[in-house]
């Protein structure tokens, strides 16, 4: 089982990055699929998670209407769109991926550095 979280970088605030997540070793149609970001000092957060259709999307408070979370199943993969990035947001994020109630599998993490 794979997990490859990339599109990270660093971008000026207002910039926009489209994260992507690309799974192998396991069906993604059959997993919801959840975006997580983790600063220095801070606890990992939640950011955006999406049902394993796609019908059903969460984000937490402070990126909601600026990220969009999207899927591919036949693709293997999963999005993150980032628009409208603040200094804050910087942080390392991870994708994970759960059948059941808790989060199965996770990935390696992308670096995401926004400069104000």
Not at 23 to 37: E, K, P
Not at 96 to 104: L, V
């Amino acid at each position: 089982v794979q997990l490859q979280a990339f599109g990270g970088g660093l971008v000026q605030a207002g910039g926009s990055l489209r994260l992507s997540c690309v799974v192998s070793g396991f069906t993604l149609a059959y997993y919801h699929m959840g975006w997580f970001r983790q600063a220095p000092g801070k606890e990992r957060e939640g950011v955006s998670c999406i049902s394993d259709s796609g019908g059903t999307t969460y984000y937490a408070d402070s990126v909601k209407g600026r990220f969009t979370i999207s899927r591919d199943n036949a693709r293997n993969t999963v999005y993150l769109q980032m628009n409208s990035l603040k200094p804050e947001d910087s942080a390392v994020y991870y994708c994970a991926a759960k059948a059941g109630r808790s989060y199965d599998y996770w990935g390696q993490g992308t670096q995401v550095t926004v400069s104000s």
